[in-house]
């Protein structure tokens, strides 16, 4: 505890000295998801970096110009993890709306992602019954520098053991994900990919634990209607399944739309049943050309894809499991929503 006092007292001198790359820094190499108030700690440090530090300006670069490999590709192109690179996941986006990638995440990792989960969502459901920040569950407890408060997932107003959560709320859950991304080299790709440095956001970065809706459909949507001026903003969103789902799988998985072009749709029309949604009747009409997909998802697979991606969750008939999964929106920094809150990455 000493050592960890320590470090926390040097990241508070480097952060006076403003220098928040320096003690964000400091603090991984000096702890661990369980050194509660590092974990804490870390969370504030990276909301707080991001008004401090300098971005440079847009590049014109954007859309980046790609080898167009999966061209003759139907659908959704896959690649294996171990040949993960820049140009694959341009391609992928670029081309076709998405990269399908398979194994990024091994089983070991799976099973302790979805146990962190199931601790996250039964520490905000216990967060209600303690009036004291320093007495709740470290597993759920958040930042001051956070602002609002994310929506519950198919949950209505009571906390329930189903639903999403914003990975920020939770530290030690945020102090595992950004040091698997790490491992996984997913910093130098996105660099290579925005052409800049990345960052995460409060808002767009969730974890899940989705229940089966046997019978009942969810809003065909775009992220880029929620992040406001579409084509300004650059983005790469990494989904990961815990669960196997899609396809024929007993867990639901996404329906997707590939290879719709960089065009947001219209909402609130045509069948919608909220203004956010693309309407029924619209999708029929553009599935005509580019149809609805339902990728089967082992554990440990993903899918990375923009905000022009037209897409929903799939519930179908067959389904009797939950399904986990970890969804992360990454930025360009040049051009991270304010209103997002972007998180250092």
Same mark, same amino acid.
């Given at each position: 505890?000493?050592?960890?006092?320590?470090?926390?007292?040097?990241?508070?001198?480097?952060?006076?000295?403003?220098?928040?790359?320096?003690?964000?820094?400091?603090?991984?190499?000096?702890?661990?998801?369980?050194?509660?108030?590092?974990?804490?700690?870390?969370?504030?440090?990276?909301?707080?970096?991001?008004?401090?530090?300098?971005?440079?300006?847009?590049?014109?670069?954007?859309?980046?110009?790609?080898?167009?490999?999966?061209?003759?590709?139907?659908?959704?192109?896959?690649?294996?993890?171990?040949?993960?690179?820049?140009?694959?996941?341009?391609?992928?986006?670029?081309?076709?709306?998405?990269?399908i990638v398979r194994g990024i995440m091994g089983d070991d990792r799976i099973a302790a992602m979805r146990e962190n989960i199931d601790r996250?969502?039964?520490?905000?459901?216990?967060?209600?019954?303690?009036?004291?920040?320093?007495?709740?569950?470290?597993?759920?407890?958040?930042?001051? %520098? *956070?602002?609002?408060? &994310?929506?519950? $997932?198919?949950?209505? #107003?009571?906390?329930?053991? =189903? +639903?999403?959560?914003? %990975? *920020?709320?939770?530290? &030690?859950?945020? $102090?595992?994900?950004? #040091?698997?991304?790490?491992? =996984? +080299?997913?910093?130098?790709?996105?660099?290579?990919?925005?052409?800049?440095?990345?960052?995460?956001?409060?808002?767009?970065?969730?974890?899940?634990?989705?229940?089966?809706?046997?019978?009942?459909?969810?809003?065909?949507?775009?992220?880029?209607?929620?992040?406001?001026?579409?084509?300004?903003?650059?983005?790469?969103?990494?989904?990961?399944?815990?669960?196997?789902?899609?396809?024929?799988?007993?867990?639901?998985?996404?329906?997707?739309?590939?290879?719709?072009?960089?065009?947001?749709?219209?909402?609130?029309?045509?069948?919608?049943?909220?203004?956010?949604?693309?309407?029924?009747?619209?999708?029929?009409?553009?599935?005509?050309?580019?149809?609805?997909?339902?990728?089967?998802?082992?554990?440990?697979?993903?899918?990375?894809?923009?905000?022009?991606?037209?897409?929903?969750?799939?519930?179908?008939?067959?389904?009797?499991?939950?399904?986990?999964?970890?969804?992360?929106?990454?930025?360009?920094?040049?051009?991270?929503?304010?209103k997002q809150q972007p998180v250092v990455f």
């Amino acid at each position: 505890m000493n050592a960890v006092n320590d470090a926390l007292l040097q990241a508070d001198q480097l952060v006076s000295d403003g220098d928040y790359l320096a003690a964000i820094a400091l603090l991984e190499n000096a702890g661990s998801p369980n050194d509660e108030l590092l974990a804490r700690r870390l969370v504030d440090l990276r909301i707080q970096a991001y008004p401090h530090l300098t971005w440079p300006e847009p590049h014109g670069n954007w859309p980046p110009a790609h080898d167009n490999r999966f061209a003759d590709v139907d659908g959704f192109p896959e690649v294996e993890f171990q040949d993960l690179n820049v140009q694959a996941l341009k391609a992928g986006i670029f081309g076709k709306g998405g990269l399908i990638v398979r194994g990024i995440m091994g089983d070991d990792r799976i099973a302790a992602m979805r146990e962190n989960i199931d601790r996250v969502l039964q520490a905000r459901m216990d967060s209600v019954d303690v009036d004291d920040n320093k007495d709740k569950n470290p597993w759920y407890q958040r930042s001051s %520098s *956070v602002r609002g408060g &994310p929506q519950q $997932f198919r949950g209505g #107003e009571r906390y329930t053991n =189903i +639903g999403s959560v914003w %990975s *920020v709320d939770s530290p &030690p859950m945020t $102090f595992e994900l950004l #040091e698997y991304f790490r491992e =996984i +080299g997913l910093p130098g790709l996105l660099t290579s990919y925005f052409e800049e440095g990345p960052v995460l956001s409060v808002r767009k970065w969730v974890v899940r634990c989705a229940a089966p809706n046997n019978g009942a459909s969810s809003g065909w949507h775009q992220d880029g209607y929620f992040l406001g001026d579409a084509t300004a903003i650059r983005t790469a969103n990494l989904w990961i399944a815990l669960t196997d789902c899609g396809g024929d799988a007993s867990a639901p998985g996404l329906e997707i739309i590939s290879g719709t072009g960089r065009q947001i749709f219209e909402t609130g029309t045509r069948g919608s049943p909220f203004d956010w949604t693309v309407g029924q009747e619209l999708i029929d009409e553009i599935a005509q050309t580019n149809p609805v997909r339902c990728p089967r998802f082992n554990a440990g697979d993903a899918l990375f894809f923009d905000h022009f991606n037209l897409h929903r969750t799939g519930f179908g008939l067959n389904h009797t499991n939950n399904r986990y999964a970890i969804e992360s929106w990454f930025f360009a920094g040049s051009t991270a929503p304010v209103k997002q809150q972007p998180v250092v990455f």
